[in-house]
Nanobody, 116 residues
Framework: QTQLAESGGGLVQAGGSLRLSCAAS????????MSWFRQAPGKEREFIAS?????????DYADSVNGRFTISRDNAKNTVYLQMNSLRPEDTAVYYC????????WGQGTQVIVSS
C-alpha cells in the first residue's frame, strides 16, 4: 500500500527554521517526481517546491519561498525533505508532500505555525 507520511512540523518564531520530512512507502521511490504543497486556513492548496526523480537534478520553487526553502531527496531512505529557513508568519500552513507528476499520492500533512 502506497503511503506518504510527513513529519517535522511545529511552532517556530519568525526568522527560525524547520526541516520537514516525507517518508514514502512507494515501490521504486527514486523514480517518482516529488513535490511539497501547503494550505493555509481559508486558502487553497498551493505549490511550494518540486524535485525530479532519480538524482533530483532539477528543483523548482514558488516565488514566495524561493531562496528560503530547499527541497532535497534521499532515495536510500525513501524520503524527501523541505528545509525551511527565514520563516515568516505567512508561511503558517499545513504542509503536504505529493508523489508523481500528476500528484498521484498525498500525505496527511504536517502543521507549521510561525509566530511573529
Amino acid at each position: 500500500q502506497t503511503q506518504l507520511a510527513e513529519s517535522g512540523g511545529g511552532l517556530v518564531q519568525a526568522g527560525g527554521s524547520l526541516r520537514l520530512s516525507c517518508a514514502a512507502s512507494i515501490r521504486l521511490f527514486s523514480s517518482y517526481f516529488m513535490s511539497w504543497f501547503r494550505q493555509a486556513p481559508g486558502k487553497e492548496r498551493e505549490f511550494i517546491a518540486s524535485i525530479t526523480s532519480w538524482s533530483g537534478e532539477r528543483t523548482d520553487y514558488a516565488d514566495s519561498v524561493n531562496g528560503r526553502f530547499t527541497i532535497s531527496r534521499d532515495n536510500a531512505k525513501n524520503t524527501v525533505y523541505l528545509q525551511m529557513n527565514s520563516l515568516r508568519p505567512e508561511d503558517t500552513a499545513v504542509y503536504y508532500c505529493a508523489a508523481g507528476r500528476k500528484y498521484d499520492y498525498w500525505g496527511q500533512g504536517t502543521q507549521v505555525i510561525v509566530s511573529s
